[in-house]
């Protein structure tokens, strides 16, 4: 599978499917993909659903984009398995629950429907607003407990108290000594501006700094040293209140849990689904259809990395049109004549279909696979465990084959150059053997690109090519981009192979500037071999 999905680049596809909240962003870290034809049919509804929803809030740009905010503001709940919950932790629920409730209230009521939402937690939520808190705050208000408000009013008036009898002493200690702190906890004065009275004031503290400096502090008068035990005492107090406070809440937070998780799993499949709309109307995507036939079709279907790159080339892109039944069907072609385009299409829609997605396609009508495999040369897997090229591929299609044997609910099979590294007459019989194979199996769709013209031809076996080029000796310019030139002769259209082959490579080497002498020689080789 992971073959597959590295081979038609499909993360970076579906990474654009990302999703608001930090839960469905670690819901959508985790690749699945679905077996079961009713479950992804009602996945399809919700993305069209919410598709509908955009388009009708394309007049109320505002609200469209608040459903987007409210859903980036949904934190993660804590951890409920605890018997007590932190101030940060009732402030992700109070965020949680203000953000749900806001969001739910922005969606119609056919959509609320389809997704579950509901909400019954007002109380608890206007509990955790005790002390006219802003909506995505919450700390321990006076309100919560008339002992707390006390605690905290006689706090208030100790630290008053205090102030008063630290102010006054600042005041006594600048009429004796001229010493004005103006809020500092020490100050730094030569010796020689100390009066001998100063290193025995009740109100100051005289210690040696350096050889020249002291360091002088005021003094705290005795009843202001029994205030500050006092305060000790008092947010001691304070504290126990505050646990109180927060055991409480806590308990109405466990009463309030299946109604939580209920909205946690609610929000999390809206996400999920929201993100699919999202990226289904940026792109242009189409929902797939789905049925029980042994066969894939295609219409205009878009291999993103491709397109991205005759964008850049500034190449029309030739989207593609295709009809795949069960058992094994055979790609000829030219290299850059577009076969691995079709088999990398052909994964993606497949991998999207299945994952939930909508695809790059006017249309896709496509089976359930149960299992996927890729047999054929990737980048930084040419060689493992002293293997060649060839013994790579005969690894993977010897454990793709016992999948394949096993498996009785739908294969796809991608097989792209099968055995080009190694002599092709015996390439070229194994992989006959295997297509013979393959074409008996209905509960297959085997798709093999190949340069091996000489394949004999197999009954129930299906060889196509593409086009290839429009004509040969095509005129190069000097300075031209040879991608360019060659899209511009190139269709990447697939028509049925008659078997009489004619290759592109020597025409496509000449446009990529192989030397004039050279490619002559090379028709002339070719004319003889042939």
Not at 5 to 33: C, V
Not at 170 to 194: A, N, T
Not at 250 to 268: G, I, K
């Amino acid at each position: 599978m992971k073959d597959v999905i590295a081979y038609a680049e499909f993360l970076d596809f579906r990474a654009k499917a990302a999703p608001e909240t930090p839960f469905g962003r670690d819901a959508h870290e985790a690749l699945n993909l679905f077996f079961d034809i009713d479950q992804l049919e009602a996945i399809y509804d919700q993305t069209d659903t919410l598709l509908s929803l955009m388009q009708e809030l394309q007049s109320e740009p505002a609200r469209l984009a608040l459903i987007t905010h409210h859903l980036k503001r949904l934190p993660r709940l804590p951890a409920h398995g605890q018997r007590i919950f932190d101030e940060i932790e009732l402030f992700q629920v109070k965020k949680f629950l203000h953000n749900y409730r806001t969001l739910m209230e922005l969606l119609p009521v056919e959509v609320r429907r389809l997704f579950g939402f509901d909400y019954h937690s007002q109380s608890l939520e206007a509990h955790l607003n005790l002390g006219r808190q802003a909506p995505e705050t919450f700390y321990i208000a006076d309100d919560y407990s008339a002992e707390l408000a006390n605690v905290r009013a006689e706090i208030i008036e100790t630290d008053a108290q205090l102030q008063a009898l630290d102010a006054k002493n600042i005041c006594e200690i600048k009429e004796q000594y001229g010493f004005d702190f103006q809020g500092r906890l020490f100050l730094l004065v030569p010796k020689k501006s100390l009066r001998d009275s100063a290193f025995q004031s009740h109100l100051l503290s005289v210690e040696p700094y350096d050889d020249n400096l002291y360091s002088v502090r005021p003094v705290k008068c005795a009843a202001a040293l029994t205030l500050a035990e006092k305060r000790q005492k008092l947010a001691q107090q304070e504290r126990v209140c505050e646990e109180l406070v927060l055991e409480a809440i806590a308990r109405e937070v466990h009463a309030e849990l299946p109604s939580l998780l209920e909205y946690y799993n609610t929000v999390l499949i809206f996400d999920l689904a929201w993100a699919r709309a999202r990226m289904a109307r940026e792109l242009g995507l189409t929902r797939p259809r789905l049925h029980t036939k042994n066969s894939i079709r295609i219409t205009q279907g878009r291999f993103a990395p491709c397109e991205s790159i005759c964008a850049k080339h500034g190449i029309t892109y030739s989207p593609l049109d295709a009809v795949f039944e069960s058992g094994a069907t055979v790609i000829f072609g030219s290299n850059m004549g577009g076969k691995t385009v079709v088999l990398q299409t052909t994964a993606l829609l497949q991998l999207a279909a299945q994952a939930g997605l909508f695809v790059p396609a006017a249309g896709f009508e496509t089976r359930i696979f149960r299992a996927f495999h890729y047999i054929g040369e990737r980048r930084g897997n040419h060689i493992h465990q002293g293997l060649s090229g060839f013994g790579m591929e005969m690894r993977q299609f010897i454990n793709a084959w016992q999948s394949l044997c096993a498996d009785t609910d739908g294969t796809l099979l991608l097989m792209d150059e099968f055995a080009s590294t190694t002599s092709s007459g015996e390439a070229e019989a194994i992989l006959a053997a295997i297509l013979e194979a393959i074409s008996q199996k209905t509960n297959t769709c085997a798709l093999c690109s190949t340069h091996f013209h000489r394949l004999p031809r197999i009954p129930n076996v299906r060889f196509l090519r593409m086009a290839g080029l429009k004509q040969k000796n095509v005129p190069t310019k000097p300075d031209a981009d040879p991608v360019s030139e060659i899209a511009q002769y190139m269709t990447y259209n697939l028509i049925n192979d008659d078997g009489k082959h004619s290759s592109d490579a020597i025409a496509i080497a000449q446009m990529l500037g192989l030397d004039e002498y050279l490619v002559k020689r090379a028709e002339l080789f070719y004319s003889e071999c042939i």
